[in-house]
């Protein structure tokens, strides 16, 4: 089993930064990919951002140039640095983690909210 903590939402303003954090804790050697992903109100929740234990990195074409994700595999924690923020980015992210054999795990969110 894995345990995922997420933590460092809250409120920002149109064009500040963010950074939030993921935990991993339980079985983390077995993880072989971690991401984000955040849902907005009324909408499917969606891919943001993900890195392999190699460090190799994917985004969402809205997101990248403004958001880095990282990943510090001695700490078993991935960030996702976020910056120039809009009112579109209001949503509560998820942390996911992918372990060997496919087994995917949820963090409990973590909101972002963004006044227009």
């Known amino acids: 089993q894995v345990q995922l903590v997420e933590s460092g939402g809250g409120l920002v303003q149109a064009g500040g930064s963010l950074r939030l954090d993921c935990a991993a804790s339980g079985s983390t050697f077995s993880i072989k990919t971690m991401g984000w992903y955040r849902q907005a109100p009324g909408k499917q929740r969606a891919l943001v951002a993900t890195t392999t234990r190699g460090g190799s990195t994917t985004y969402a074409d809205s997101v990248k140039a403004r958001f880095t994700i990282s990943r510090d595999n001695a700490k078993n924690t991935v960030y996702l640095q976020m910056n120039s923020l809009e009112p579109d980015a209001a949503a509560v992210y998820y942390c996911?983690?992918?372990?060997?054999?496919?087994?995917?795990?949820w963090g409990k969110g973590t909101l972002v909210t963004v006044p227009s």
């Open positions: 996911h983690g992918l372990a060997v054999g496919g087994m995917g795990y």
